[in-house]
């Protein structure tokens, strides 16, 4: 049983959009998400043996060449009757399961926005920006009540510096966020 696909209405151009329920639905599952991570950073079009190689060695923290038959089959069987199907209804792969081929869709380029990466060293950016702004404040506090040196400083400085760290903080998250798209 194919599953009812929920679609929007691009209003420019027409063609149907996959919804944020189906977009969130076929990114929350980590082998799913593996599985696009695979075809972006590999070709577009890969063999379903390949595919459960890798994610085989990704989940168990090895390299391909280590990873036994019966992980690699434990994936390959859990993508060729869960995630491939799912993902193909969803239209952001082809997936042709008697050849044992999947290739990536223009329409799996939505989910771009929804893969960025962030490392276990870094910081989230909204607690960055949350600190920023909480250094900014205690600043200006430091300058209101007169406390040595942030008396001697000017509240025009003040905003300046404020804006200058908040404009070069969201330059830097720019550049970090396209540096970690996965593709």
Same mark, same amino acid.
């Given at each position: 049983?194919?599953?009812?696909?929920?679609?929007?209405?691009?209003?420019?151009?027409? %063609?149907?959009?996959?919804?944020?329920?189906?977009?969130? +639905?076929?990114?929350?599952?980590?082998?799913?998400?593996?599985?696009?991570?695979?075809?972006?950073?590999? %070709?577009?079009?890969?063999?379903?043996?390949?595919?459960?190689?890798?994610?085989?060695?990704?989940?168990?923290?090895?390299?391909?060449?280590?990873?036994?038959?019966?992980?690699?089959?434990?994936?390959?069987?859990?993508?060729?009757?869960?995630? *491939?199907?799912? *993902?193909?209804?969803?239209?952001?792969?082809?997936?042709?399961?008697?050849?044992? *081929?999947?290739?990536?869709?223009?329409?799996?380029?939505?989910? %771009?926005?929804?893969?960025?990466?962030?490392?276990?060293?870094?910081?989230?950016?909204?607690?960055?920006?949350?600190?920023?702004?909480?250094?900014?404040?205690?600043?200006?506090?430091?300058?209101?009540?007169?406390?040595?040196?942030?008396?001697?400083?000017?509240?025009? +400085?003040?905003?300046?510096?404020?804006?200058?760290?908040?404009?070069?903080?969201?330059?830097?998250?720019?550049?970090?966020?396209?540096?970690?798209? *996965?593709?």
């Amino acid at each position: 049983m194919t599953p009812q696909i929920a679609v929007e209405q691009d209003q420019q151009s027409g %063609e149907a959009e996959p919804s944020r329920d189906e977009i969130f +639905t076929a990114l929350s599952n980590a082998r799913r998400r593996r599985v696009i991570k695979y075809l972006k950073q590999n %070709e577009p079009e890969a063999r379903v043996r390949d595919i459960a190689e890798q994610l085989a060695a990704w989940e168990n923290d090895l390299d391909v060449s280590e990873v036994s038959y019966k992980q690699r089959k434990r994936v390959y069987t859990a993508l060729h009757q869960s995630h *491939l199907p799912k *993902l193909a209804a969803s239209g952001f792969i082809e997936y042709e399961s008697d050849r044992g *081929l999947v290739s990536l869709t223009d329409e799996s380029r939505k989910l %771009e926005v929804y893969l960025e990466i962030v490392s276990e060293n870094e910081i989230l950016w909204s607690e960055f920006y949350f600190g920023l702004a909480v250094v900014a404040a205690l600043a200006g506090a430091a300058a209101a009540v007169g406390t040595v040196p942030f008396a001697s400083v000017s509240g025009y +400085t003040y905003a300046i510096l404020t804006s200058v760290a908040f404009g070069v903080s969201s330059l830097v998250h720019r550049r970090m966020t396209r540096r970690n798209r *996965l593709g």
